[in-house]
């Protein structure tokens, strides 16, 4: 597991820190759990792009803290936009609220879902940007 400081930007100060797993065996199917209506609201061409990026091993987010003090600063969003801008695909191991409005804030979709060691993980797809067959990276 790769742990990986939040820094409050004027500062320096640790405000938080986030916890990947680089390359974990999701095993979550596309469409699975609640999100059952999934295959609908795919289109028909950008389907095996989305079926490519979520093969395989992904980037699984563990944990995702922020001190309460430094919280609603969007100081989260930041981390995980520069942790996750070469990704098409992450799986989020029992995502908070929070966690989920800054993953969608970045372009990803929750696609998927399995409960695994007694939580949750959901499995995240940039439609848009598979859609469009574009760099994964929401910054270029």
Not at 103 to 117: D, I, S, T
């Amino acid at each position: 597991m790769d742990t990986f400081f939040i820094l409050e930007p004027v500062s320096d100060a640790v405000m938080g820190y986030a916890a990947l797993i680089p390359a974990f065996d999701h095993g979550i199917v596309l469409g699975s759990g609640p999100y059952e209506n999934f295959a609908a609201e795919i289109a028909v061409g950008g389907h095996q792009r989305i079926v490519e990026a979520t093969a395989g091993k992904l980037t699984l987010l563990s944990q995702l803290y922020v001190e309460p003090q430094a919280r609603k600063r969007g100081l989260a969003t930041a981390a995980l936009r520069v942790l996750l801008a070469s990704h098409s695909a992450a799986v989020v191991e029992s995502p908070s609220l929070a966690t989920a409005r800054a993953m969608l804030k970045l372009g990803f979709k929750p696609v998927g879902a399995r409960w695994a060691e007694a939580c949750p993980r959901v499995l995240y797809v940039r439609l848009e940007a598979l859609a469009n067959g574009l760099s994964a990276d929401e910054n270029s």
